[in-house]
């Protein structure tokens, strides 16, 4: 088994090394998308104008009461039947795999502000600090720690599920996985190249975060 | 002090939570450079109250005017006038991600413009007056409750309030603490600042308050100088709290 793993290593590394580079550009463009799309949503869903917070309620019931899979195939469907311009199934995947993140990004980032003391809020206030200035140097500093962490979660979930874009056949490692299968029919050697490779990514990304996480705490204790 | 301006004029205030009507119809003034202690029981509106006037509490009746503006008028930009009423909480909240000098700063280099450098002058100014000033780079997790709540007045301060509110200042605080704090409000009161304060310190209320106003039921059942009041109070609901709390 390990024999016939690091052969067919060599022999196709480069189509895992491609799979991979587009599993890493699928993570990016969705994680930082869904980010401030998730940032947007969570301070429409704190703002005072109740519509608004409806509307993202109802956004969000909907993502998190749909499998990500469905969704996928909605937008898959979906978008390039109402775009005016041509839509590639990977673009059509990207933003499905972006509006799914989105609301579980908007939830962490709106209870990490929900979490910090109101007293904070109130203490600024009095001072008569602004709302945009209470949010941004009272409030969101002090987020931040709560975020972050779930966030991190958040992350490393989004890049797995990328791996769901395999269905569409948009290039990435799962799909990789599909193509040397195919090719060799040497599946579970294939698979375990491309489970290793997840493994090493999500492993760097917990790491990375967790540096990051520790030095964010250091600098305010 | 009753010949100085009116600085709070407050106007048949009404505030209800829900169903519970916590402040019913309470008319008052606070002249410029009093000290005005308000007690009572629990529940009977006293943090409400003060914290109606500086709009924390949103009233649902009535008028605040403060420094002949109507600060319940929804055009009213409270944050401007919130500048000039400083406020000290029960639980200090003092900004834990800021150094104790940020904490002070931060409020009037952003919306009063000061020059940072001016601003970092009259800190120290202030740390100093209080006896924090080896505190200055520290965090807050590093100072004691009573250290915090004497941050909590400096940062106050700096804003140069015309009034400052104290909702319970040393209510949670060890008892050795509570002494530091007075002392700090005693030197503030001393000096000419209009201070109103929610208290349960009868012994400090006595000795620094020009008048005392005394709440029961969402209404000010009774007011008076501090003599007036501790010794012969007329109203029965006044000496029965008095008694139980002296």
Same mark, same amino acid.
């Given at each position: 088994?390990?024999?016939?793993?690091?052969?067919?290593?060599?022999?196709?590394?480069?189509v895992?090394?491609?799979?991979?580079?587009?599993?890493?550009w699928?993570?990016?463009?969705?994680v930082?998308?869904?980010?401030v799309?998730?940032?947007?949503?969570?301070?429409?869903?704190?703002s005072?104008?109740?519509?608004?917070?409806?509307?993202?309620?109802?956004?969000?019931?909907?993502?998190?009461? $749909?499998?990500i899979?469905?969704?996928l195939y909605?937008?898959?469907?979906?978008?390039?039947k109402?775009?005016?311009?041509?839509?590639s199934?990977?673009?059509?995947?990207?933003?499905?795999?972006?509006?799914?993140a989105?609301s579980?990004?908007a939830?962490?980032?709106?209870?990490?502000?929900?979490a910090v003391?109101s007293?904070?809020t109130?203490?600024?206030?009095s001072l008569?600090m602004?709302?945009?200035?209470?949010m941004?140097?009272?409030v969101?500093?002090?987020a931040?720690?709560n975020?972050?962490?779930?966030?991190?979660?958040?992350?490393?979930?989004?890049?797995k599920? $990328?791996?769901?874009?395999?269905?569409?056949?948009?290039?990435?490692?799962?799909?990789?996985y599909?193509?040397?299968q195919s090719?060799?029919?040497?599946?579970?050697?294939?698979?375990?190249?491309?489970g290793?490779?997840?493994?090493?990514? $999500? $492993?760097?990304?917990t790491?990375?975060?967790?540096?990051f996480?520790?030095?964010?705490?250091?600098?305010?204790? | 002090?009753?010949?100085?301006?009116?600085?709070i004029?407050?106007?048949?205030?009404?505030k209800s939570?829900?169903?519970?009507?916590?402040?019913?119809?309470?008319?008052?003034?606070?002249?410029?450079?009093?000290?005005?202690?308000?007690?009572?029981p629990?529940g009977s509106?006293?943090?409400?109250?003060?914290?109606?006037?500086n709009?924390l509490?949103?009233?649902?009746?009535?008028?605040?005017i403060f420094?002949?503006?109507?600060?319940s008028d929804?055009k009213v930009?409270?944050?401007?006038?919130?500048?000039?009423?400083?406020?000290?909480?029960q639980?200090?909240?003092v900004?834990?991600h800021?150094t104790v000098l940020?904490?002070?700063?931060?409020?009037?280099t952003?919306?009063?413009k000061?020059?940072k450098?001016?601003?970092?002058?009259?800190?120290?100014?202030?740390?100093?007056?209080?006896?924090l000033?080896?505190k200055?780079?520290?965090?807050?997790?590093?100072?004691?409750?009573?250290?915090?709540q004497?941050?909590?007045?400096?940062?106050a301060?700096?804003?140069?309030?015309?009034?400052i509110?104290?909702?319970?200042?040393?209510?949670?605080?060890?008892?050795?603490m509570v002494?530091?704090?007075?002392?700090v409000?005693?030197d503030?009161?001393?000096?000419?600042?209009?201070?109103?304060i929610?208290t349960?310190?009868?012994?400090?209320?006595?000795?620094?308050?020009?008048?005392?106003?005394?709440?029961?039921?969402?209404?000010?059942?009774?007011?008076?100088?501090?003599?007036e009041?501790?010794?012969n109070?007329?109203n029965p609901?006044?000496?029965?709290?008095l008694?139980?709390?002296?």
């Amino acid at each position: 088994m390990v024999d016939s793993v690091v052969r067919l290593w060599q022999k196709y590394y480069y189509v895992f090394f491609n799979g991979l580079w587009g599993t890493l550009w699928l993570s990016a463009v969705s994680v930082l998308a869904a980010t401030v799309v998730g940032a947007l949503l969570a301070l429409m869903k704190l703002s005072k104008i109740r519509v608004l917070d409806m509307i993202v309620n109802g956004f969000m019931a909907v993502i998190r009461g $749909t499998p990500i899979l469905l969704q996928l195939y909605f937008f898959w469907l979906l978008l390039p039947k109402i775009v005016p311009f041509e839509m590639s199934d990977t673009a059509c995947i990207v933003v499905a795999l972006i509006v799914n993140a989105s609301s579980y990004v908007a939830e962490v980032i709106r209870a990490g502000i929900q979490a910090v003391d109101s007293g904070q809020t109130e203490a600024a206030k009095s001072l008569g600090m602004s709302s945009v200035n209470t949010m941004t140097r009272i409030v969101l500093p002090q987020a931040i720690k709560n975020i972050l962490p779930a966030l991190g979660n958040q992350y490393i979930m989004m890049v797995k599920q $990328t791996s769901l874009a395999s269905v569409f056949f948009v290039p990435e490692l799962m799909t990789s996985y599909k193509t040397v299968q195919s090719a060799t029919f040497l599946a579970l050697p294939s698979l375990i190249i491309v489970g290793v490779i997840y493994f090493v990514v $999500t $492993t760097v990304l917990t790491k990375g975060l967790d540096i990051f996480e520790r030095r964010l705490q250091r600098s305010e204790r | 002090m009753s010949d100085n301006r009116v600085l709070i004029r407050v106007e048949n205030l009404h505030k209800s939570f829900g169903e519970l009507k916590v402040l019913k119809d309470i008319t008052e003034e606070i002249r410029e450079g009093e000290v005005v202690t308000i007690i009572g029981p629990s529940g009977s509106g006293k943090s409400t109250f003060l914290r109606c006037l500086n709009m924390l509490e949103k009233p649902n009746g009535g008028k605040v005017i403060f420094e002949d503006v109507d600060l319940s008028d929804k055009k009213v930009n409270i944050v401007k006038h919130r500048q000039k009423i400083g406020m000290v909480f029960q639980l200090f909240n003092v900004f834990p991600h800021l150094t104790v000098l940020e904490n002070i700063t931060i409020a009037p280099t952003l919306e009063k413009k000061v020059p940072k450098e001016a601003a970092r002058k009259k800190a120290v100014e202030l740390l100093e007056r209080v006896g924090l000033l080896d505190k200055k780079d520290e965090y807050p997790s590093r100072l004691s409750g009573g250290q915090k709540q004497r941050l909590a007045i400096v940062r106050a301060l700096a804003m140069e309030p015309d009034v400052i509110l104290f909702d319970e200042p040393t209510s949670a605080l060890d008892p050795e603490m509570v002494g530091e704090v007075l002392d700090v409000i005693k030197d503030l009161a001393q000096s000419g600042m209009t201070i109103v304060i929610v208290t349960h310190e009868m012994g400090f209320a006595r000795e620094v308050s020009d008048r005392i106003i005394f709440m029961d039921d969402g209404q000010i059942a009774e007011q008076g100088t501090p003599e007036e009041l501790f010794k012969n109070a007329k109203n029965p609901r006044t000496a029965e709290f008095l008694s139980m709390v002296l």
